[in-house]
C-alpha cells in the first residue's frame, strides 16, 4: 500500500485532560466525554476571553538577559496547534505512553503555555521554572548571557520531540538502500524510515524534508540525498540597491552551486571526482515552516546584516522550491521573533497574530502591545514562522492565481503521445533545472501528474 506523504495532524482527543471530569463522566455516563471535556476546555477559553489580559496576551518576565527565550516562547505561544496540543493537555498521553525518566521540559513548556492562556491577571509571568528545565536539557542556557534565538528554539524543539516521542525503542539503524528507486519513492522510504525512530507531535507540526540532488558534469549520473529539516537557514541575498524579497533568499539558499576543484566530489558512475552542480530542493513542507535569517557571520557574532528583507505576510508561494509537483507550498506569517541592536548587545521581541483574534501585538518580555499589521515588517526581522495554507484555500490558490509564467518545454525523452495530446506541455522554468538531465529522473510519469494539476 502507497503511504500517504504528507504527515497528517489528528485532530486532539482531549480525553487525556482533566482526570477529575473523567470521574464526572463515569457518574454522569450518558454524556460523551471528548463533549464534556471539549466544552470544559472551551469553556477555559471563553472565560480567558471574557478577562482582559487573556487570550494568550501575558507578558514573560526577563530573568536577566532572556529576551531571546521569551521572544521564542512567544511565538510558539501563538502557534495555535502546539497550544492546543498543551491546552488539551495531549501532551501527557504522550508523555505516559512512555516510560521517561525526564518529562519536565514538557511539563513545565506545558505548564506556561496553559498560564498564559488562562491566566486571569494580566501580571507578567516568570518562565523561570521553565528555565531550570531548558538548562538542565541544554546546559549552555545555564546563566543570563546574551543567547541566539534560533539556537534557543532548536534546543527547545529538539527537548520537548524527545518527551513527546512515540517511538519508545527506535529500531536498530540498517543500512538500507534505496538508490534504485525513483526520486519520489526514494523520498518517501527515507521519510518512514525517519518517523521510524522520530516521530512526535512536534515532528508532525515543524520538521520538512529537504533534496539535494548532485549531478555529474561529465556522464549526467544525479544522485540525490534526502534530510529532514527543523528549519531552513536563509543566507541574506545581495542587491546592489534596493529591496532585498524573502523570496531571493530563498532562491539563494536553493541555487544551483558548482562543485569545483577540492569540493570535487565522487561520481559514483564514473567512479572519479567530477565537477557537479548541486541543488536544493524541498521534497515535503513542514505545517509550520520556520525561516532564519542568516543576519550574523558565521565566525560567532563578529558582525550583523541589518538589511531589511521584505517577506510576504500572505501566500508566500514557495511551489517553485519543490522537488515534486507539491501542492500545499502556500504559507501565511504568524510570528516573528525580531532582534534589534548589534552583535555586541542586541535586543529580541516578538510580533504575534493573536490565532484567536487574527491581531497582531507586540511581546517585549512583560509588556504586551497592540500594533498595526503595517508594522511588522522590519529590517530587525530574524526568525520567521509561517504555517501552511489550509488546502480548501489552496484549492482557491490553484484555479485562481497565477503560477510563475510558464514557457513550453519538450526534453527529448518526453513521450510522443505526451507531445500529441490536445493540451501543450508547460513546465515552470523554475524547479526543474537540476533534475533536468538527471538520468533517474522518470519524465512521464512526472509529466502526467502535473498535466492532472493543470
Ligand atoms: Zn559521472
Redesign the pocket.
Known sequence: MRQSYTVTVPEEPPAAAFPFLKQEMRRKGSMSGSVLVSTFVGLLINQAKNSKSAQGLVGLKNLGNTCFMNSILQSLSNTHSLRDYCLHNSHRRDLNNNSRTNTALMEEFAKLIQTMWTSSSSEAVSPSEFKTQIQRYAPRFVGYNQQDAQEFLRFLLDGLHNEVNRVTVRPRGTVEDFDHLPDEEKGKKMWSKYLEREDSKIVDLFVGQLKSSLT?S????CSTVFDPFWDLSLPIAKKGHGEVSLMDCVRLFTKEDVLDGDEKPT?Y??KAR?RCTKKFTIQKFPKILVLHLKRFSEARRTSKLSTFVNFPMKDLDLREFASENSINAVYNLYAVSNHSGTTMGGHYTAYCRNPSSGEWYTFNDSRVTPMSSSQVRSSDAYVLFYELASSSRMTGLLTRSSPPPPRPLFHRDTPSSLLASPSPLFLSPHGWGAQWHCERYTFQRKTLKRLCYI
Open positions: 555529474c561529465h556522464c549526467g549520473f561520481c558512475r564514473c567530477r
